[in-house]
């Protein structure tokens, strides 16, 4: 029978319905990631953002990190490909433009322990706006950055289990907190997601942690609040 174990990870109670679970924490510079080696990937990831120092030049270095147990992540760095085509991107979770403070933070970002093929439409729609968003937002005040797979969701297609020994996520979840404030989305890895779509997508903490099974570092008044729309941009925000 499956029991129910909870795993505390800095203060988030993860409930999971695996007895088997192997979570690996891993912390890099800026942020973390959990991996789940049955999975071969990370079920959240965790990182706080300040204001913008840094403009660096990316660099893209995709590769395996060799400190996490190979049966744990994904067998390749290489693209997503099925028939020759590439539809679904190496997309990141914690971001590399809001690590570029650090040139290792930055570097490490291209672990695919921090990488789940995202669809082109979703990587460069509604998660780049997300991505946006929270880079205008870090230089108000520091901001908090949460999220992950829906695991609960079944996964999109299994076009890279012999190449990289994973499915892709049939959806990735995201929270922005600052302050006393927080907005929450739960984004479909389809070409549905496109930029104009985000606001479709926001969710109530409360929604969100009976989805992912996981208490987040959010006050209570608040969980139960949805916006009807995302933050707005605001005027002259520098996203270099």
Known sequence: ???????????????????????????????KVWVDCELRGHIMYDYTIGKDTANLKRKSNFRIDKEVPARCQQKSSSTYRINGK??????????????????LAASQSDYMTNIWPQHRVLNRGA????EVIAECYREIEPLRIIGGP?????????????SHGIHTPGAF?????????????????????AKHKLD??????????KLIG?????????KDLKPHQSWYIPKGCDLS
């Not at 505390?8 to 800026?30: D, F, K, N, P, T």
């Not at 996981?214 to 608040?222: A, N």
């Open 173 to 193: 979840w995201k929270i922005l907190i600052r302050n006393n404030r927080a907005i929450a989305w739960v984004m479909p890895n389809t070409s549905e997601a």
């Open 200 to 209: 479709d997508y926001i969710v109530s903490v409360r929604y969100l942690e």
């Open 214 to 222: 996981m208490q987040l570092p959010v006050p209570e008044h608040i």
């Open 150 to 162: 829906v695991t609960s969701i079944p996964p999109v297609n299994s076009d890279y289990f012999v």
């Open 127 to 130: 998660m780049y706006q997300s």
């Open 86 to 103: 590439s539809v679904f991107d190496r997309g990141h979770s914690a971001s590399y433009n809001h690590l570029e403070t650090s040139k």
């Open 1 to 31: 029978m499956t029991s129910i174990i909870r795993i505390l990870l800095s203060g988030l109670l993860l409930v999971s319905m695996s007895s088997h679970a192997e979570i690996i924490e891993r912390q890099y510079e800026g942020f």
